[in-house]
T-cell receptor
Framework: RKEVEQDPGPFNVPEGATVAFNCTYS??????FFWYRQDCRKEPKLLMS???SGNEDGRFTAQLNRASQYISLLIRDSKLSDSATYLC???????????FGKGTKLSVKP | NAGVTQTPKFRVLKTGQSMTLLCAQD?????MYWYRQDPGMGLRLIHY???????AKGEVPDGYNVSRLKKQNFLLGLESAAPSQTSVYFC????????????FGDGTRLSIL
């Protein structure tokens, strides 16, 4: 089982839609979790950290389920500018570093 | 407010040539990292450093060497470039290995012919 797995997509949604991305991780000892955003041919940038109680930042909501080793990202009222690849990132892989998922591509259409 | 700066931005090499990629950060971060990103593979850690004068192997270290002679700089070397090393290379830095997110440079696109 890969350390961090994501649905690669692409997710093609209309503006205003709600879209959810899922991510599973294999190391139950993982300690920190993040969602990064990567635009085409650009560097990854931190979108938000994921806390055990769940957290929200504007239109973005992140959830963590430690029992199921599952992380989610919900985007409400999608904007054209949300089009990007979303990377699920977990700290606590086998080498004690950040482990990046391969990303889920989102395309928001007018 | 430069953050993490990578040079060069693009480079084309011939098989067997050597080169060094430079990463510089101005945030006084202890930790620095080199990743490669290939289509369908995600980001993979090549080497990292937990402080000046220290380096460690990541997931895919073969064919690469690194040095951290100054806290602000992390160099990635390719001794004898191979076509399999064609990739986008990202440098990153962070305050800590664990909890802090990483700040990335804007990447080096390297092609080996």
């Amino acid at each position: 089982r890969k350390e961090v797995e994501q649905d690669p997509g692409p997710f093609n949604v209309p503006e205003g839609a709600t879209v959810a991305f899922n991510c599973t991780y294999s190391n139950s000892a993982s300690q920190s979790f993040f969602w990064y955003r990567q635009d085409c041919r650009k560097e990854p940038k931190l979108l938000m950290s994921v806390y055990s109680s769940g957290n929200e930042d504007g239109r973005f909501t992140a959830q963590l389920n430690r029992a199921s080793q599952y992380i989610s990202l919900l985007i409400r009222d999608s904007k054209l500018s949300d089009s990007a690849t979303y990377l699920c990132v977990v700290y606590g892989g086998s080498q004690g570093n950040l482990i990046f998922g391969k990303g889920t591509k989102l395309s928001v259409k007018p | 407010n430069a953050g993490v700066t990578q040079t060069p931005k693009f480079r084309v090499l011939k098989t067997g040539q050597s080169m060094t990629l430079l990463c510089a950060q101005d945030m006084n971060h202890e930790y620095m990292y080199w990743y490669r990103q290939d289509p369908g593979m995600g980001l993979r850690l090549i080497h990292y450093s937990v402080g000046e004068g220290t380096t460690a192997k990541g997931e895919v270290p073969d064919g690469y060497n690194v040095s951290r002679l100054k806290k602000q700089n992390f160099l990635l070397g390719l001794e004898s470039a191979a076509p399999s090393q064609t990739s986008v290379y990202f440098c990153a830095s962070s305050y800590s290995l664990k909890a802090q997110p990483q700040h990335f440079g804007d990447g080096t696109r390297l092609s080996i012919l």
